[in-house]
């Protein structure tokens, strides 16, 4: 059985201007171990999932389907249990360290924190594995001090520390590579990684950067307009991909010279009939407007468009 597993997930945000439609019917399998790359353009629901899965969604989102982890299902749990998968069992790593850490706190009191209060330890062993971890992340010394007295990528090594201090067994790390340059980008990369490593932990990396998955995930799953499109190992889906979202996604990158995907993204409000990327696909047919294609797998590629069926 996989470790956690999405079934059916639907998110909707409730709108003045409407309901948005921001997840539809999502359907993921995590392994132990395993890493898994979630991309797509802005606004196509990557960080919903992520936060819907610990539940930290606002108020106007209604959330169905379920998200089974180790056999429970997160959505039905009191806010007391799921209190305790947060960064416990699952954690997540966001992208901007001055939105997570705490200016007026030490690094090593902020890392050490989750240990005093999840795990109950003593003060002296909390600070004392905080204190080990960050040597481990290369932040030897730097405990003492404040995020306005680090670099930029030491507060992001300082926010993986204290995302990765209890050992979750999963880590979803939020765009961490947004920003920065190529140098660092590979730095982040290597850094959430050997955390990953250290802990066994299983990671769901969200990236609108396709190498960025490519060097980091087993497998990938490729998402528009709120549905997976395109599922598979991430070397068969980005090398020879399948659906034209994912085709188009690959031509856009810099290294294929940047083409713009043609068209408009579409409206997560009133999102497009059959399809949802027909109005914007080279290679639509007469029924890509009426039906919409179903997420059809074939040896463990998943893809979802009527020219694959
Ligand atoms: N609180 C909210 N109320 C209404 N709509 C929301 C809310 N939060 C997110 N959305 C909408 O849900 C959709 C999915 O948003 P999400 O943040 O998951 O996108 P994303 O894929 O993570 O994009 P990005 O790459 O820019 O981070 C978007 O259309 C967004 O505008
Ligand atoms: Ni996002």
């Known amino acids: 059985m996989s470790l956690l597993e999405l079934r059916g ?7 003045p201007a409407g ?25 196509c629901g990557k960080s919903v999932i992520a936060n819907a899965i610990l539940r930290l969604l606002p108020e106007n989102a209604s959330v169905t389907g379920s998200v ?24 997540i790593i966001f992208q901007n360290p001055s939105a997570a850490l705490n200016p007026v706190h030490r690094i090593l009191d902020q890392v050490s924190e989750p240990l005093l209060i999840h795990l109950n330890l003593p003060r002296h062993k909390a600070l004392h594995e905080a204190d080990r971890l960050l040597i481990a992340l290369g932040l030897n010394g730097a405990g003492r001090l404040y995020p306005f007295q680090l670099s930029g990528g030491m507060n992001q090594r300082a926010m993986i520390a204290c995302s990765s201090v209890l050992r979750p067994k999963i880590l979803m790390a939020d765009e961490p590579t947004k920003g920065l340059d190529q140098s660092m980008v590979e730095n982040a990369l290597e ?16 990236t609108h950067d396709l190498d960025v998955a490519l060097s980091i995930s087993e ?4 998402m528009y307009c709120g549905e997976i499109v395109e599922m598979g190992r991430t ?3 980005l090398c020879d991909p399948e659906h034209p979202y994912t085709k188009a996604l690959r031509e856009s990158m810099p290294d294929r010279g940047f083409k713009p995907i043609p068209g408009n993204t579409p409206s997560m409000i009133d999102p497009p009939e059959g399809c949802r990327f027909h109005p914007r696909c080279p290679f639509k047919m007469d029924i890509c407007s009426r039906e919409k294609p179903s997420l059809n797998n074939s040896c463990g590629r998943y893809v979802r468009c009527w020219r694959c069926t």
């Open 9 to 15: 997930l639907s998110v909707r945000f409730e709108t």
């Open 19 to 43: 309901s948005v439609k921001a997840a539809s019917d999502v359907f993921l399998a995590l392994d132990e171990h395993e890493t898994l790359a979630i991309v797509g353009e802005t606004g």
């Open 68 to 91: 089974i982890y180790r056999g429970m299902d997160l959505l039905k749990m009191s806010e007391r249990e799921i209190s305790r998968i947060r960064g416990r069992e699952i954690a």
């Open 191 to 206: 850094l959430i990684g050997s955390v990953r490593d250290e802990s066994s932990a299983s990671l769901i990396m969200i």
């Open 219 to 222: 497998r990938i799953a490729v």
């Open 235 to 237: 070397e068969n889906v």
